[in-house]
């Protein structure tokens, strides 16, 4: 416990220089960096459109495989900003499905070569757990810290419903039983909500504890990363009631609780976003996002340096569209409140859940993941 107050103290002072740094319009060396590795993808999920990006018959996505990326191309931008990345504080590769790419060991090697203090994972829909299991065991050989993200949507045939593949479920736990086998620690399960599964966070919540993984639960989103920016809102008010019943149980949960609260109309979002000035995201062809729901460009990693593309006026026009943005996107929301954690303190204040909240935020801290 003490660590954790020693590193709150830490966050919070750090956060006062960021918060005046921006508000001066002063660059800051990037602490995240989401990397969609691939759009290439084997699920068929019921909330996403991915799979469909590389489909021959589209003629709404104009890039392919072969547009992506390459090795070198990830290379060449690692070496060449390595002093602009020295804060770097994790890389998550996400897709698609990164492990379809073969040379996603290699990437990652090249993370740890060129960036060898910066954490790494990968997120992963577990369909190709032989797959999996050999490239993760060829990670840990020189990367033993590497986290994986396992999805999970639901128990046995509701999972296989929303992923659209048969025996989806059982090749997810498949794939958590290898990664535990190799002495991975701290794996994550995140449960995707639609309306096939929204009634189902509790059981799946259970499951995911009974696998000693972390757990987390999220709206399914609608934006082009997902394929799908022009579909409506897909719960309706009812399956959203039902939702905020079922976080009831997740009190000590910060980006849990906080869904239930503006699900039900409680509070809205006060949490500064520090999106595409803290974090970024990488598209697989290179092109730098301020976050996964927004389209708009910084500019291209084979382009230019990383740094020329987020310091200039262009990229502060960008950053004034997010002034006062109210998603609650998990990935987005978790990094914000690392470089922001006033928020987080606030809603530890109120909370009439202190210890429980004091109990899991600990056990983040001993797993080195605050």
Excluded at 131 to 157: C, H, Q, T
Excluded at 200 to 220: D, T, W, Y
Aim: hydrophobic content about 40%; charged content about 30%; glycine content about 6%.
């Amino acid at each position: 416990m003490i660590k954790l107050f020693i590193l709150a103290k830490r966050r919070l002072v750090s956060s006062l220089g960021y918060k005046l740094k921006r508000s001066l319009r002063k660059p800051v060396k990037p602490l995240f960096i989401n990397f969609i590795a691939t759009f290439m993808c084997n699920s068929r999920c019921i909330m996403c459109d991915i799979w469909r990006k590389y489909d021959k018959g589209s003629d709404r996505f104009k890039k392919g495989v072969t547009d992506e990326l390459t090795l070198s191309d990830i290379s060449a931008f690692l070496k060449r900003d390595k002093d602009f990345l020295s804060d770097l504080k994790s890389i998550g590769f996400t897709g698609g499905e990164a492990f379809l790419r073969k040379d996603i060991v290699e990437i990652i090697r090249a993370v740890r070569s060129e960036l060898p203090w910066v954490d790494a994972g990968v997120q992963t829909n577990g369909l190709l757990p032989d797959l999996i299991k050999e490239r993760m065991r060829d990670i840990l050989k020189f990367y033993p810290n590497f986290k994986i993200a396992v999805s999970l949507d639901g128990i046995g045939d509701t999972h296989n419903e929303v992923r659209g593949v048969k025996d989806a479920y059982d090749k997810a736990l498949t794939t958590i039983r290898y990664a535990k086998e190799l002495g991975i620690g701290g794996i994550t399960c995140g449960m995707t909500l639609t309306p096939v599964n929204f009634n189902k966070i509790r059981e799946v919540a259970k499951q995911v504890e009974a696998l000693g993984c972390e757990f987390s639960c999220f709206l399914a989103e609608n934006c082009e990363y997902f394929g799908n920016p022009d579909e409506k809102k897909q719960f309706t008010d009812e399956q959203l009631r039902v939702i905020a019943g079922q976080l009831k149980d997740f009190e000590y949960h910060y980006f849990m609780d906080n869904l239930r609260r503006q699900i039900t109309g409680e509070s809205n979002r006060a949490l500064p976003c520090y999106s595409g000035y803290t974090s970024y995201v990488i598209d697989p062809y290179g092109d730098v996002h301020p976050c996964i729901l927004r389209n708009e460009v910084f500019g291209n990693i084979k382009d230019m340096a990383f740094r020329d593309m987020v310091i200039g006026r262009q990229a502060w026009e960008l950053r004034n569209k997010l002034n006062g943005c109210k998603c609650w996107c998990e990935c987005e929301v978790s990094s914000s409140a690392i470089v922001a954690p006033w928020d987080v303190a606030r809603w530890i204040l109120k909370s009439r859940n202190k210890m429980a909240i004091l109990k899991s935020l600990n056990k983040k801290t001993l797993l080195g993941r605050l």
